[in-house]
């Protein structure tokens, strides 16, 4: 019983060894159906390469023509709001310039000791555009009536805007 159990382990042993490249192996009937079969199938996938490539470009070519499209709507776009902003900047820019022309004729009226006070309680670069644009009599008696250190504040604000106009005219 022993040496039957020992003889059945062997053969086992025996046939785990060897038996799975024999059980693998097909017979070969089969082996010769599948060596001509692979040739069929390369030379499928070989005739459908090309087409399968012009369906791959063709859909390639729709989608950046949609994209194209997509990107000039919004060039367009782009477009009409620019010249949105240029109109209402130009409106602005013709606005500001009469305001001014106002405001300085109305600076220019002013007694000196009025509207000093009223451009000392105004922001640096407002006040300092302001007597810019006065004559220069009219400006230095507003300076004189203001405080000094405010005055020199806004002097060194005007002499500052002068460079950088010319700086700007420069370049």
Known sequence: MIRARFLLAATFSLALVAGPASAVEAPPAE???AAEAAPKQSGY?????DAAADAR???QKEQLAALEKQVE??????EEKRAEYESWLSRRDAFLAKADEGVVAIYTKMRADAAALQLANMPD???AAILTKLN???ASAILSEM???RASQLARVMTDL???ARDSEKS
Request: with cysteine.
């Open 31 to 33: 082996t010769a159906k």
């Open 45 to 49: 996938c070989a005739s459908i390469a």
């Open 57 to 59: 470009f063709a859909w």
């Open 73 to 78: 709507e919004r060039i367009k776009r782009l």
């Open 125 to 127: 670069e407002s006040a």
């Open 136 to 138: 220069a009599r009219t």
């Open 147 to 149: 405080e000094a250190a």
């Open 162 to 164: 002068g460079k950088k």
